[in-house]
Nanobody, 125 residues
């Protein structure tokens, strides 16, 4: 599966953004999709994941309050809604996909063989 992320931009603190990630391929609804982010000089970190069954898992409680992941299988697209953006949310956001990941490894980037190119989110204070 090939992934294309979009929706990033330069925003002010407190704004909202919805990132999109569209996949090619005929078996999108069998894939687990995830969002990761990477700030300058930092490791890529897990943000959220959504299973084919739409079961969702978030990284931290604070992210769950402001981040919402969703999927539209008919459009082969996942979304990441981010509300009340903060300067520390500045990062490149990547979507990833796997049809073999197991529950115990959902947070680990090494579990996802398919990656999009990333979309940059920059939040000014």
């Amino acid at each position: 599966v090939q992934l294309q992320a979009s929706g990033g931009g330069l925003v002010q603190a407190g704004d909202s953004l919805r990132l999109s990630c569209t996949a090619s391929g005929r078996t999108f609804n069998t894939y687990t999709l995830a969002w990761f982010r990477q700030a300058p000089g930092k490791e890529r970190e897990f943000v959220a994941v959504i299973r084919p069954s739409r079961h969702t898992l978030y990284y931290t409680d604070s992210m769950k309050e402001r981040f919402t992941i969703s999927r539209d299988n008919a459009k082969s697209t996942i979304y990441l809604q981010i509300n009340n953006l903060k300067p520390e949310d500045t990062a490149a956001y990547y979507c990833s996909a796997s049809n073999t990941v197991i529950s115990s490894t959902l947070r680990y980037r090494t579990a996802y063989p398919n990656w999009g190119q990333g979309t940059q989110v920059t939040v000014s204070s």
